[in-house]
């Protein structure tokens, strides 16, 4: 799966994604990340890529030529002709899919909230193009010509789009088959299950006067397994109830569950 990144900080993107499992995973030529500098397409001597907000008010907008004319450059298409009209966001998305055109990501805090089940949508694509903004944001005029998906990673403001492109990017590639070994696919399908991961011990036996719990060190396989499976529920009980509603457990993880609530009320009582 290939990857392109639209920013003006292509080695702030190149570096952070360059380790680690992904790393691994382009090394392998499994993913490839390929940042373009929009400042590279600037047209005016000083390498503007930037320009005031009609209208008044602080900060600076990104202007739509450079990004056009890098968007061309990665495509190698020129942009539809500008018949999109004022509203082009779902339309767009209609006639990217309609057209195979390659899907385009705008990151922006008023996106729709990634999640796990959009990084599985998004690593059936064979190629991705992100557009990082900056500054006050981006004229209006080429997010309707190119952008057809508008991604926010969670509920806060951030300085750019840069460090959400590398967040959806490393969750995405992870999704794409031969990217993880299996032992790692396995670790991610038990986050998958909906439920949150148990805790984790390794040696020293004890560490601090605190012991690993028996049972790990028992080597009775099932009853390890009804642990775990009992501490993700306790946890994602404790931190994330909401999640509950969509896990599907089995007869004997269903009773601990109901038991915990029990247990809960009671102690609210
Ligand atoms: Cl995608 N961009 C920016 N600038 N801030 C964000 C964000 C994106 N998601 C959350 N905050």
């Avoid at 966001?89 to 089940?117: C, H, I, M």
């Avoid at 944001?137 to 010509?145: H, K, M, Q």
């Avoid at 946890?235 to 109830?241: H, I, K, N």
């Amino acid at each position: 799966m290939k990857f392109h990144v639209m920013t003006l900080f292509p080695e702030m993107v190149e570096q952070g994604l360059h380790t680690s499992i992904l790393g691994r995973a382009m090394d392998a030529g499994i993913i490839s990340v390929n940042t373009v500098n929009i400042r590279d397409y600037s047209e005016d001597k000083h390498r503007h890529v930037d320009d005031y907000p009609y209208g008044g008010g602080a900060g600076m907008v990104m202007a739509a030529e450079p990004i056009a004319k890098c968007y061309e450059a990665i495509t190698g298409t020129s942009l539809p002709a500008g018949e999109n009209g004022g509203d082009g966001v779902s339309e767009n998305e209609a006639q990217a899919v309609a057209s195979k055109r390659t899907r385009v990501v705008y990151l922006t805090p008023w996106g729709r909230v990634f999640n796990q089940d959009m990084a599985k949508e998004f690593a059936a694509e064979e190629e991705l193009i992100f557009l990082c903004g900056h500054y006050e944001g981006v004229d209006e005029r080429i997010l309707e010509e190119i952008v057809t998906d508008y991604v926010s990673i969670g509920d806060y403001v951030l300085s750019g789009g840069e460090l959400p492109a590398m967040v959806m990017i490393d969750a995405i590639a992870r999704m794409v088959p031969g990217v993880l070994t299996n032992e790692e696919s396995g670790e991610t399908e038990s986050f998958m299950n909906g439920l949150l991961e148990y805790p984790q011990y390794t040696r020293p036996e004890t560490w601090n006067g605190k012991a690993v719990p028996e049972v790990l060190l028992s080597g009775h396989h099932a009853k390890i397994a009804e642990w775990r499976m009992q501490r993700s529920i306790d946890r994602t009980v404790q931190y994330r109830p909401e999640l509950m509603d969509g896990v599907e457990l089995d007869k004997k993880s269903a009773k601990y569950y109901k038991e915990l609530l029990a247990s809960r009320k009671k102690e609210e009582e």
